[in-house]
T-cell receptor, first 117, second 110 residues
Framework: NAGVTQTPKFRILKIGQSMTLQCAQD?????MYWYRQDPGMGLKLIYY???????DKGEVPNGYNVSRSTTEDFPLRLELAAPSQTSVYFC????????????????FGPGTRLLVL | RKEVEQDPGPFNVPEGATVAFNCTYS??????FFWYRQDCRKEPKLLMS???SGNEDGRFTAQLNRASQYISLLIRDSKLSDSATYLC???????????FGRGTSLIVHP
């Protein structure tokens, strides 16, 4: 299993440009998440999905959009990039709904470092 | 009050030391608890789940105190390789949406 994969690893955007951060998992997990992590800070939830076709906002959704057409893929779309979106973006997945806490373990992708200038 | 609070540190300890971190949570309906480890410029990875009865994995011991609403992580015989940020994660019952603490930085020096 590849686990959770993310592309690209690093990207520089100009203000106002748009891009899609790709995320895929091959563990048949039902839940998927997008987080951002600013330097020295914790992870903030942007969007999450409980299954194909179902998405919901997290703590900081403004400026982002997501879709979940398949169980495996959960792309994050940035429209009109702003310097405040400079951050490291992590995608994660978990099998949630299990009986044991250990089944709710989140598996993270390696992250995408985004710089908006 | 933040939902999940951690002392950011850094905790600077010599090799072989014992170090403990606490993490407090505000919602008494929290059901699942975890410690994750994050190395510099890397993704978080699960260190251990925290069970009501407490659990141990080698040099690491995690405990839950529901009455006082905190979890703890104890690291014995610290190694240089333990240097990392330790993230506390709490999940509310029935939500499956985790809340991360800001993390506690540990630096183990020779």
């Amino acid at each position: 299993n590849a686990g959770v994969t993310q592309t690209p690893k690093f990207r520089i955007l100009k203000i106002g440009q748009s891009m899609t951060l790709q995320c895929a998992q091959d563990m048949n997990h039902n839940y998927m998440y997008w987080y951002r992590q600013d330097p020295g800070m914790g992870l903030k939830l942007i969007y999450y999905s409980v299954g194909a076709g179902i998405t919901d906002k997290g703590e900081v959704p403004n400026g982002y959009n997501v879709s979940r057409s398949t169980t495996e893929d959960f792309p994050l779309r940035l429209e009109l990039a702003a310097p405040s979106q400079t951050s490291v973006y992590f995608c994660a997945s978990s099998y949630s709904g299990g009986l044991a806490p250990s089944q709710e373990t989140q598996y993270f992708g390696p992250g995408t470092r985004l710089l908006v200038l | 009050r933040k939902e999940v609070e951690q002392d950011p540190g850094p905790f600077n300890v010599p090799e072989g030391a014992t170090v403990a971190f606490n993490c407090t949570y505000s919602n008494s309906a929290s059901q699942s608890f975890f410690w994750y480890r994050q190395d510099c410029r890397k993704e978080p990875k699960l260190l251990m789940s925290v069970y009501s009865s407490g659990n141990e994995d080698g040099r690491f011991t995690a405990q839950l105190n529901r009455a006082s609403q905190y979890i703890s992580l104890l690291i014995r015989d610290s190694k240089l390789s333990d240097s990392a940020t330790y993230l506390c994660v709490v999940i509310l019952g029935g939500s499956y949406i985790p809340t991360f603490g800001r993390g506690t930085s540990l630096i183990v020096h020779p």
